[in-house]
């Protein structure tokens, strides 16, 4: 035992601790007693701090308490249907089924429907918690497509669909129990890409699908409340309703509170609340979070300023950094990488912006290849003209210190 702990400390002398916030997570943040400019958070809408939701979750939890249950033993509350309810319309969809994250959501949508025998085929760069889903299922046959590469993925689904005329299933673990079925192929990816802001050509992977009989999934974590209508999303934001099978989205992002949830067609979510072993076995989001996510819903319903705010000041730091001669790469979302390539090189960019009173973080290998480093800016709804020059005015003057721009 001796030695599992000597290698424990061996392994974590290199990890760096998280910064400690001591305020809301609103356009500033306070750390270390100091108020910094909070300049790479996923609550694209500043619903973190918004008094509404805060009042929904104080209300609901006056009147409801806080916990709730296992929904499928005493749990089920009347706000968990409620927000499911508010959730599919939003996404103009037939159903949805929350969970108590979005990484419990992607686990849900695959390991259910996925056994041994099936196939899956995913983008290279889907989110951690795509490539855990995967593992979960246990299933043998997967797929990495090149990221965004239609070609590389139209060549796998070819062999893929040599490989399910030739095996039948003999899974009987696997979802749909059905004996001799063939195998499920699915085809995952990511919605808007969470380091690089590219978003996945879902058109185009819908027409492959139907061309090649596969069942798409999309994980919508940085989509929800950014694209489409009012913040409908990556699928309204291309106009394929129905066409997608899966959509994943969270609710910790631009809903800011926390939970992920699934929308498809009835029986589908049907079926995942009758069979998902997050939706069994783990408890239900609490009241105050379910009370607080209506809220956050029903802005949305009933007003698209917030979004309209968010894209507008996404527009602003872009054509700045732009004009400034930073490299932000190719988004087409609020999230902009500033490519600073050297590892070293970020993270004392981001040391020193943090001196300036600006918080954005450097993200490094391995969340991002080595030789592309970079600063993700995030800009939100809760910031204003003058809090985005601020940042921008700190991004030059570090930019010049370090010699990075001419
Ligand atoms: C953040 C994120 C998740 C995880 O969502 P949580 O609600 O934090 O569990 C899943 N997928 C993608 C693409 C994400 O960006």
């Given at each position: 035992?001796?030695?599992?702990?000597?290698?424990?400390?061996?392994?974590?002398?290199?990890?760096?601790?998280?910064?400690?916030?001591?305020?809301?997570?609103?356009?500033?943040?306070?750390?270390?007693?100091?108020?910094?400019?909070?300049?790479?958070?996923?609550?694209?809408?500043?619903?973190?701090?918004?008094?509404?939701?805060?009042?929904?979750?104080?209300?609901?939890?006056?009147?409801?308490?806080?916990?709730?249950?296992?929904?499928?033993?005493?749990?089920?509350?009347?706000?968990?249907?409620?927000?499911?309810?508010?959730?599919?319309?939003?996404?103009?969809?037939?159903?949805?089924?929350?969970?108590?994250?979005?990484?419990?959501?992607?686990?849900?949508?695959?390991?259910?429907?996925?056994?041994?025998?099936?196939?899956?085929?995913?983008?290279?760069?889907?989110?951690?918690?795509?490539?855990?889903?995967?593992?979960?299922?246990?299933?043998?046959?997967?797929?990495?497509?090149?990221?965004?590469?239609?070609?590389?993925?139209?060549?796998?689904?070819?062999?893929?669909?040599?490989?399910?005329?030739?095996?039948?299933?003999?899974?009987?673990?696997?979802?749909?129990?059905?004996?001799?079925?063939?195998?499920?192929?699915?085809?995952?990816?990511?919605?808007?890409?969470?380091?690089?802001?590219?978003?996945a050509p879902l058109p185009d992977i819908v027409r492959l699908?139907?061309?090649?009989?596969?069942?798409?999934?999309?994980?919508?974590?940085?989509?929800?409340?950014?694209?489409?209508?009012?913040?409908?999303?990556?699928v309204?934001?291309y106009g394929i309703?129905?066409q997608?099978?899966?959509?994943?989205?969270?609710?910790?992002?631009?809903?800011?509170?926390?939970?992920?949830?699934?929308?498809?067609?009835?029986?589908?979510?049907?079926?995942?609340?009758?069979?998902?072993?997050?939706?069994?076995?783990?408890?239900?989001?609490?009241?105050?979070?379910?009370?607080?996510?209506?809220?956050?819903?029903?802005?949305?319903?009933?007003?698209?300023?917030?979004?309209?705010?968010?894209?507008?000041?996404?527009?602003?730091?872009?054509?700045?950094?732009?004009?400034?001669?930073?490299?932000?790469?190719?988004?087409?979302?609020?999230?902009?990488?500033?490519?600073?390539?050297?590892?070293?090189?970020?993270?004392?960019?981001?040391?020193?912006?943090?001196?300036?009173?600006?918080?954005?973080?450097?993200?490094?290998?391995?969340?991002?290849?080595?030789?592309?480093?970079?600063?993700?800016?995030?800009?939100?709804?809760?910031?204003?003209?003058?809090?985005?020059?601020?940042?921008?005015?700190?991004?030059?003057?570090?930019?010049?210190?370090?010699?990075?721009?001419?």
């Open positions: 035992m001796d030695k599992f702990y000597k290698q424990i400390e061996e392994a974590i002398k290199t990890g760096k601790s998280a910064r400690i916030i001591e305020s809301g997570e609103g356009a500033y943040l306070t750390i270390g007693g100091k108020k910094k400019l909070n300049f790479c958070s996923s609550h694209y809408l500043g619903l973190s701090v918004d008094p509404r939701l805060a009042k929904a979750a104080s209300d609901a939890a006056r009147k409801y308490g806080i916990g709730t249950g296992y929904r499928t033993l005493a749990g089920n509350h009347v706000l968990h249907l409620e927000l499911e309810d508010h959730l599919a319309r939003f996404k103009h969809a037939e159903a949805a089924v929350i969970f108590t994250g979005g990484y419990m959501a992607n686990c849900a949508a695959i390991q259910t429907i996925i056994g041994k025998e099936d196939i899956v085929i995913s983008d290279e760069l889907n989110h951690a918690s795509i490539i855990d889903a995967i593992r979960l299922s246990q299933v043998k046959n997967k797929f990495i497509y090149k990221h965004l590469d239609m070609v590389d993925l139209e060549e796998k689904l070819k062999q893929v669909v040599i490989l399910s005329n030739s095996e039948g299933s003999q899974d009987s673990s696997a979802a749909p129990q059905n004996d001799n079925r063939k195998p499920l192929i699915l085809i995952v990816t990511d919605g808007v890409f969470s380091m690089d802001g590219d978003l699908a139907r061309q090649y009989g596969a069942l798409t999934m999309v994980d919508d974590a940085h989509g929800e409340g950014v694209l489409g209508k009012g913040g409908r999303g990556i309204d934001h309703h129905g997608i099978d899966i959509e994943v989205g969270t609710l910790s992002k631009a809903f800011s509170t926390m939970g992920g949830f699934i929308t498809g067609r009835k029986e589908l979510i049907t079926y995942y609340k009758q069979k998902a072993r997050q939706y069994l076995f783990s408890n239900a989001l609490t009241i105050p979070d379910t009370a607080a996510l209506i809220e956050g819903v029903k802005i949305l319903e009933e007003s698209d300023e917030l979004v309209k705010k968010l894209w507008d000041n996404t527009k602003y730091i872009k054509e700045k950094f732009a004009d400034l001669g930073f490299d932000i790469g190719h988004s087409k979302s609020p999230i902009t990488p500033v490519m600073i390539p050297d590892e070293d090189k970020a993270r004392e960019f981001s040391a020193k912006l943090f001196e300036l009173d600006v918080f954005a973080t450097p993200i490094v290998f391995p969340m991002v290849p080595k030789g592309k480093a970079r600063i993700r800016v995030i800009p939100s709804a809760s910031h204003s003209k003058k809090d985005l020059e601020f940042g921008i005015g700190a991004f030059k003057k570090v930019a010049k210190e370090l010699s990075l721009l001419r």
